[in-house]
Each structure stands twice: as structure tokens, then as C-alpha cells.
């Protein structure tokens, strides 16, 4: 059981799935994230109403340019509109259409609902329509999931709850924080220091 869930490429799935992962989704009471059209593949093809019933949340399509700016939890973010596929236009491109849903995001073309949550059932469904993300927006959701954040930057973080791994692509100190009651020691790598919950670490 996990207290949130990111669902990357759930594209193609069939109402038996469909209503599998919300059972464990309700009966963990856990959140969920949803990229860009899951379940939108179904066995009969294209089904806009099969992922509405996924997520929860009404959605409709008015294809456009992906990157949006966030408003609410995501407030001061914005996210799919760097790198290479900055400008991308996605066909179809879904917005939501849900006056219960609560908004967190906006497409900048258009300012059409990007990004929004709403309880369904009884787990929290979080809806992203742009397909690229970033660290800081995930790394949001996860904390206001009460999900603990090893790092707050872009590394990348590996565990089984014996080992603990941590890669950075750039040299420095990090902070990473332990959970409470957690104790460490290096194996690899060179501990600076240690306070409270809180270990900093060289990265070369």
C-alpha cells in the first residue's frame, strides 16, 4: 500500500482493470496522479467516458499547445512547456470540464483547466493533462499526500527500506532527510554531517 500513486502510461486498459485499481485505490484511501489520457484506449478504441470513469474527473477535448501554469496547490509552478517539446501540440488534448473538480493548473494558450483534483470514491484523483512534468510539481502532490521526500531537488532515489540510494547529476552537498526513527550509515559515498533527521552528503 502506498499513500500516492503516479500512473505515467496507463493508456490502454479495460473496465475490469479499470475497476480494479480503483477498488485498491478507495480501499487504501490513497491519491492518485493521472498523466496526460489514461484509460483512454479502451478495447473498442478511443473512450473518452471510459476516463472520466478512471479518474473521476469529467474531462472534454480541445486539441492544443501542452504547458501550463499552476493555480491553487501547484500555485508559482509551471511545467510541460520546457526543453525540446516546449510548444507541443497534442491531439487530442484534454481539459476538464468538472465544476466539482477543484483546478490546479491552466493551459497558457488558452486557459482552459489543465490540471485538477476532486475525491471520488474514497481516494483523491489528481488529473495532469500535459504529458511532461517536473520534479517540483510531482514533488508537491507527493508532500501533500503525506508522502515522505527523501530530497527536494531533481535527484533520483531508490529504496526498499534497507537500502537507500541516491543519484544526482550535479556535484555538491545535498540535503536528504530521513524518516523519524530511521537510523544510517554510509556504505558509500561521504556524510559532512548530521542533524536531527537531516544528512548532508557530498556528491562528486
Known amino acids: 500500500p502506498c499513500k500516492a500513486y ?6 490502454r ?8 485499481i480503483r477498488a485498491r485505490l478507495d480501499s487504501e484511501k490513497a491519491t492518485a496522479i493521472w498523466s496526460y489520457a489514461p484509460g483512454y484506449l ?9 476516463l472520466q470513469q478512471l479518474t473521476g474527473i469529467r474531462l472534454a477535448i480541445h486539441d492544443g499547445r501542452q504547458g501550463s501554469k499552476g493555480e491553487g496547490l501547484l500555485g508559482g509552478l509551471s511545467w510541460g512547456d520546457q526543453g525540446t ?8 488534448r484534454f481539459y476538464v470540464d468538472d465544476p ?5 493548473g491552466r493551459y497558457q494558450e488558452d486557459g482552459l483547466i489543465s490540471a485538477a483534483c476532486l475525491s471520488t470514491g474514497g481516494h483523491r484523483s489528481i488529473y495532469l493533462g500535459d504529458i511532461v512534468t517536473s520534479y517540483e510539481l510531482l ?10 521526500r527523501w530530497t527536494c531537488g531533481g535527484e533520483v532515489v531508490l529504496t526498499d527500506g534497507h537500502f537507500l540510494v541516491v543519484h544526482s547529476g550535479d556535484a555538491g552537498i545535498k540535503k536528504i532527510t530521513i524518516p523519524h526513527g530511521v537510523s544510517v550509515q554510509a556504505l558509500t559515498g561521504h556524510i559532512i554531517k548530521m542533524e536531527g ?6 556528491f562528486k
Open 13 to 20: 486498459l479495460d473496465k475490469a482493470q479499470i475497476q480494479s
Open 42 to 50: 479502451g478495447t473498442n478504441g478511443p473512450d473518452l467516458e471510459q
Open 6 to 11: 503516479f500512473f505515467a502510461n496507463a493508456y
Open 85 to 92: 517539446s516546449g510548444g507541443l501540440i497534442l491531439s487530442p
Open 100 to 104: 466539482a473538480a477543484i483546478p490546479l
Open 139 to 148: 514533488g508537491q502532490i507527493f508532500a501533500s499526500a503525506g508522502v515522505h
Open 197 to 202: 533527521d537531516t544528512i548532508y552528503v557530498a
